[in-house]
Nanobody, 126 residues
Framework: AQVVKEFGGGSVQTGGSLRLSCVTS????????IGWFRQPPGKEREGVAH????????TYADSVKGRFTISQDNAKNTVYLQMNDLKPEDTAVYYC???????????????????WGQGTQVTVSS
């Protein structure tokens, strides 16, 4: 069964906001790290934001720093990605992934993650 699910994608205009949710269940709940990745049209998948579950340490890609915020609600087994000041270049399919013992400076390498959601589309129009 799917153990990682994303919610909250949609279409907004430049400058708008969206909040994505990542809900984990089953074996994915034992993960120590949650990462948000995205794949723009015609481009490679890239890391966006990361959170260390136990410490709340966060990591952001330079392209979203200051605009996106990752947070968690352990009671709900949910990680959020608040996206503000959205730009057309943010258009992508966004994926949530869980992993264990992700090292510093490796937060955005997909091979460190074990379980992935189905993706949710974010479209930003200019």
């Amino acid at each position: 069964a799917q153990v990682v699910k994303e919610f909250g994608g949609g279409s907004v205009q430049t400058g708008g906001s969206l909040r994505l949710s990542c809900v984990t269940s089953g074996i994915a709940r034992s993960s120590t790290d949650i990462g948000w990745f995205r794949q723009p049209p015609g481009k490679e998948r890239e890391g966006v934001a990361h959170i260390k579950i136990e410490t709340d340490r966060t990591t952001y890609a330079d392209s979203v720093k200051g605009r996106f915020t990752i947070s968690q609600d352990n009671a709900k087994n949910t990680v959020y990605l608040q996206m503000n000041d959205l730009k057309p270049e943010d258009t992508a399919v966004y994926y949530c992934a869980t992993g264990g013992s992700v090292w510093r400076d490796y937060e955005f390498q997909p091979s460190w993650y074990n379980y992935w959601g189905q993706g949710t589309q974010v479209t930003v129009s200019s």
